[in-house]
Structure formats: C-alpha cells, structure tokens
C-alpha cells in the first residue's frame, strides 16, 4: 500500500519507520531507526516519491520522544518552520538564511570538536542536526562565497557519531555525489519519480512498483542486507508538539536570526537584565576612564553588543544613503541614558554655527568632563566646522562622527585619522569588503540587509549587529517612528 497509516505508539530512542519486507524469510518486520547506536540517515529521492514526508515522520517522533536532544535545523522549503518555538531546538535555519544556516553547522561543528576533546566521556545530550533538500543548499553554498561549508558537514558527518551527533538528511542527485554520503551508514533510495539519469550514481536497486513511500533500505536498519521497505505516513498534526514536549533539563546553544529593527530602549532593558543576572559585567564605576556604549545586538544568541571608546576619542560611523546612520546617532543616548551629556545640534540649527560657539564657549569655560558629541553627515560640514570639531576634541570632548563611505573620507574629515587610530568602528550596509579597509579588516556581506544592520569593528574583530532605533513615540493614540 501507498504510505501506510503511522500506527504508534512511540518508543523512547526509537524512530517508526514502516515495514520491512523480507521474502527470503517470507515475513514482513517493523522498520526502526535508533539514532544513537545505528548512526546517521539519509534519504534520497523526489518528493513525488514521499522523501518530505519520510523526513518528518522520523523528525515528528524524534521531538516529541521525552529525552534531552538537542536540534538543529536546515530548512529548504519552510516545512520545518513550525518547529522554531520548541524548547529543544536551537535553530532553524531557512534557505533565505544561508550565512545563518552555515553559522548552524560551524556551531555544531564546534561543539562536536568540544566534545571529541575531553579525555573522559561527559554526560552531554545528543545533538541532532537535520538537513532538508540538502541539493538546494549545495547549490546556494557554492554559489556564494560560503562554499567551504560543505566541508563542515563533511566533518560533522565523518566524527559526529563519537561525540552524539547525528544526522538526518534528505536530498536528491546531489546528495549521493557529495563527498560525504559513503560515510552516511544507513541510506534510503525512494525510485517513484525519478529518471535513469537521476540514478545514475544510486546502487543496483530491484525492481519494484512505482509507490508513494515505497524505498530500498541499505545499513544496520535492515541488519546490512539490502530490503525493500514501506514508509508510514506521517502521523496527523505533525510538527505540532509545543503543548507535549518537555523542556530539556540543558538548555541548547541557540543561533538566532538577527532582526530587521529593535528599539534602543529594548536593548538597554536587555542589557540590564543580563547584568542583573551576572552574565554579562555591570560596567565600570562613574568615574572609568572610557565610555562604555551600547549600540545593538548581535552573534548568535543576541546578546547586546558594546563599544568601549576613551574619553577625548573618536568613533566613526560609516554608510551609505538611508542605512540608518542618522537613526542610530539619535537612538545613542536612549540607548545609554547614564551618560552625563549629549551634544548634538537641534534639526533647525546650523551645525558649523552650532559647533564654532561650542568650542568658544569651551575656550571660556570647562565642558562637561563626560560629555559625548553626535555629528552627523561630518563628510557634508564646511572647513569650519571641522576645524572647530578638531578643537573641541583637543579639549577632551568625545566625539562620534557620521559619514558615508568614501575613499577620500580621511582628507575631508581630519578627524577620521583619529577614529582609525583608536580601531573602533561602524560600518552600516557596507557594499563591498573594500568598505572595511579603512580600519584593516575584511568580512562577509549581507545581501540585501535591512536599514541598521552593521559590522560593529572592536580589537580588530566584525561582529555582525543591528543597530538600536529610537522607540516610537504615541502622540494621539497613533504612534510615530
């Protein structure tokens, strides 16, 4: 029969697959997979043929089995999304996502090395990482500049079984070809749907009838003889399992997606939050020598990300039109309402006025010893302006400067020579790895990021981050951003 009903129960560490049909024997057995002692699984095939469905069947009794593994998902097609809310899943990654989905693997991979390191076996829980339509990730990743993750997963699939790793993975041609699939023990070839060219690469397989979920099952799942095999339909309401899944006594690493926008008040309330809680330092006393700013959130469980600047330094902020430049200059005092003043002209004022009375007036008498400058557009500003910005910080003002990229950015803002100097920096929607020459390093680009997103550079390391917004304000009722 066409993908026979999932029967159930199911078993703790054991995975219903369907029925083994055995004629020598002239019987008919039940076909398990157990992740732990049999290894990884790979199934290949169309969908047309049941492949997507294979997949969530053994995913749905995976989850929902009570234990402590922990998952992680590449998602191709989005079927896997509803998953992302489960206390024991860590990521899921969709294809959109393909420098998060890479981040997943080296994550894994990481802890897999972690783990193969320790002299002694620990009591780590299991790590499960799944791949869907592993042929459209091959394709992204060798398409962009991230094609060296093909070898993480080489690795994870090589070692993983000495240090709990295992892996599920679907796919199709391109699975079978890779580098990698010899070292997968148990393999599915499901034939409905597919050409002679597409099995091409698969083993001799005997004939059989053209049926949904129908499959010849090589590995320690059929006792390493060669079985055909019926798959069982996944069972109803798959996925759906936030209501019976226990939370796992260890929390798994998470790698999140960064968002398109988060107010700078969410921030500083998260930040405070983590400090209450001792995970993060509380910062230093009022009297510190350097400004501790907070400007976003980033890596991969959005922590808040900090820039330490000296007192008398200054912090360039470079981008392009409409990234955000502007938006993240006034969302910094709302970000770091502990700071002792802000300096920025009013939107009517004309900065050069507004700087050249500053530093006179700075001339005359102290200004606040902790007082931090905005300039925004510092590229746009007269002679001047600049040369009154460069006396107020020979006086000891701090200063954070805004400017689109450019390769002349250091001869028509003097004070820019300063900011490299220090090697703290950011660079908002950069448009090439060229942009990040001004303070000597190179990154991995975004394509198409959303206004804020940014590089924050610190000690010569790029930390991806989005940048804090200003909160909207409600004036009315309706509220403005």
Same mark, same amino acid.
């Given at each position: 029969?066409?993908?026979?009903?999932?029967?159930? !129960? *199911? &078993?703790?560490?054991? $995975?219903?697959?369907?029925?083994? +049909?055995?004629?020598?024997?002239?019987?008919?057995?039940? =076909? %398990?997979? %157990?992740?732990?002692? +049999?290894?990884?699984?790979g199934l290949v095939g169309t969908a047309m043929a049941g492949v997507d469905e294979a997949l969530l069947l053994v995913l749905d009794q995976m989850l929902e089995t009570p234990g402590e593994a922990h998952f992680y998902l590449l998602d191709s097609d989005g079927s896997l999304s509803g998953t992302s809310a489960l206390p024991h899943v860590g990521a899921v990654a969709g294809l959109q996502e393909l420098r998060r989905g890479v981040r997943v693997l080296e994550r894994v991979a990481h802890e897999m090395s972690v783990r193969l390191g320790r002299q002694t076996e620990g009591t780590d829980p299991p790590l499960v990482l799944v791949i869907s339509g592993w042929g459209s990730w091959v394709s992204a990743l060798r398409a962009s500049p991230l094609v060296w993750a093909e070898d993480l997963l080489q690795d994870i699939i090589r070692d993983g079984p000495k240090a709990k790793v295992t892996v599920l993975i679907s796919g199709? *041609?391109?699975?079978?070809?890779? *580098?990698?699939?010899? &070292?997968? !023990?148990?393999?599915?070839?499901?034939?409905t749907g597919s050409s002679e060219e597409g099995r091409l690469a698969w083993p001799r397989l005997p004939a059989m009838p053209s049926v949904r979920g129908r499959a010849?099952?090589?590995?320690? =799942?059929?006792?390493?003889? !060669? &079985?055909?095999?019926?798959?069982f339909a996944p069972p109803q309401n798959t996925l759906r399992l936030s209501a019976s899944v226990q939370t796992p006594k260890t929390r798994p690493f998470r790698v999140e997606r960064l968002p398109a926008s988060i107010p700078g008040k969410a921030i500083r309330d998260r930040y405070e939050d983590m400090t209450f809680r001792g995970i993060v330092p509380s910062g230093t006393s009022p009297k510190r020598r350097d400004h501790t700013l907070l400007v976003g959130v980033g890596g991969d469980e959005l922590e808040p990300v900090t820039l330490?600047?000296?007192?008398?330094?200054?912090? $360039?902020? =470079?981008?392009?039109?409409?990234?955000? %430049?502007s938006t993240f200059l006034r969302a910094l005092p709302e970000m770091n309402p502990g700071e002792t003043a802000w300096l920025i002209p009013g939107q009517e004022a004309d900065a050069a006025s507004?700087?050249?009375?500053?530093?006179? %007036?700075?001339?005359?008498?102290?200004? $606040? !010893? +902790?007082?931090?400058? =905005?300039?925004d557009d510092a590229d746009r500003l007269s002679p001047a302006a600049h040369s009154s910005l460069l006396d107020l910080n020979t006086m000891g003002l701090t200063i954070v400067l805004a400017a689109g990229f450019s390769s002349t950015l250091a001869q028509r803002v003097p004070l820019m020579l300063q900011a490299r100097s220090h090697g703290t920096g950011v660079l908002i929607c950069p448009r090439s790895v060229l942009d990040g020459d001004f303070f000597g390093v190179r990154f991995d680009l975004d394509n198409r990021p959303p206004a804020g997103r940014a590089v924050v550079i610190s *000690?010569?390391? $790029?930390?991806?981050?989005?940048l804090g917004t200003l909160a909207p304000r409600l004036q009315g009722g309706r509220s403005t951003a």
């Open positions: 029969p066409e993908l026979l009903p999932f029967p159930g !129960p *199911r &078993s703790h560490g054991v $995975a219903e697959l369907g029925w083994v +049909d055995s004629p020598e024997q002239q019987t008919v057995t039940a =076909l %398990k997979w %157990k992740p732990l002692t +049999d290894g990884h699984l199709g *041609r391109e699975l079978v070809t890779a *580098r990698f699939f010899s &070292s997968i !023990p148990n393999q599915c070839f499901f034939p010849v099952a090589f590995g320690s =799942l059929v006792k390493g003889s !060669p &079985s055909m095999v019926q798959f330490t600047l000296p007192k008398g330094g200054v912090l $360039a902020v =470079l981008g392009g039109p409409s990234a955000g %430049k507004y700087w050249s009375s500053l530093a006179a %007036k700075g001339a005359s008498q102290a200004l $606040a !010893p +902790d007082a931090l400058a =905005l300039v *000690r010569g390391i $790029a930390v991806l981050t989005q």
